[in-house]
């Protein structure tokens, strides 16, 4: 089974502000095979990106993805107030798929 | 507009059971691949299964194997989740998701049924 390690736990930073959220995998992963989902309170897990770097429908280009075998960014140029919740990260290369752990983003 | 709504959950005592559904609309869901993804209180995303299309191509995670089955009825556009032998480590909200095939990411999620498990 392949391992998602997300870092930071906690990142707290002002609205403007850039964002970088890591995700390390305890194997190589396949970039196409590399998501990035938003989870706000009370919510349910919401696409921002796939294939470790194409946005989804609708998800504005502030939000932007990269990275390769073990080592995966997503990055939010400038924080707006909405951007603030947890994020994970998810591979579907190989059974069973799996998520990491979460990044909380929470206001400064 | 793509929709899918869980429901089933509530309250079980340890070794009971528990069905979940989750009605589709607004896509031809006898095209999709469908899993459930269940999430604990304060916890992260954990797969629990998914169904391909057909139903024919079936698959659990190893902490629900055996006793956990998915199936789906395509004519009545919904997926569901028998659940027995609970166990107070299956409490979680879980979600029903939508995918196109194998190798693709989850595009529509439902909001989620809560299942207790609690003596």
């Known amino acids: 089974e392949i391992v998602l390690t997300q870092s930071p736990g906690t990142l707290s930073l002002s609205a403007g502000e850039r964002a970088t959220l890591s995700c390390r995998a305890s194997?190589?992963?396949?970039?196409?095979?590399l998501a990035w989902y938003q989870q706000k309170p009370g919510q349910a897990p919401k696409l921002l990106i796939y294939g470790a770097s194409s946005r989804a429908t609708g998800i504005p280009d502030r939000f932007s993805g990269s990275g390769s075998g073990t080592d995966f960014t997503l990055t939010i140029s400038r924080l707006e107030p909405e951007d603030f919740a947890v994020y994970y990260c998810q591979q579907y290369d190989s059974s069973p798929q799996t998520f990491g752990q979460g990044t909380k983003l929470e206001i400064k | 507009q793509v929709q899918l709504v869980e429901s089933g959950g509530g309250l079980v005592k340890p070794g009971g059971s528990l069905r979940l559904s989750c009605a589709a609309s607004?896509?031809?869901?006898?095209?999709?691949?469908m899993s459930w993804v269940r999430q604990a209180p304060g916890k992260g995303l954990e797969w629990v299964s998914h169904?391909?299309?057909?139903?024919?191509?079936?698959s659990y995670a190893d902490s629900v194997k055996g006793r956990f089955t998915i199936s789906r009825d395509n004519s009545r556009k919904s997926l569901y989740l028998q659940m027995d032998s609970l166990r107070v480590e299956d409490t979680a909200v879980y979600y029903c998701?939508?995918?196109?095939?194998?190798?693709?990411?989850?595009?529509?999620w439902g909001q989620g049924t809560l299942v207790t498990v609690s003596s």
């Open positions: 607004g896509f031809t869901f006898s095209d999709y691949y």
């Open positions: 169904i391909s299309s057909s139903g024919k191509s079936i």
């Open positions: 998701a939508k995918r196109t095939a194998l190798g693709t990411p989850y595009n529509d």
């Open positions: 194997q190589s992963v396949s970039s196409t095979y």
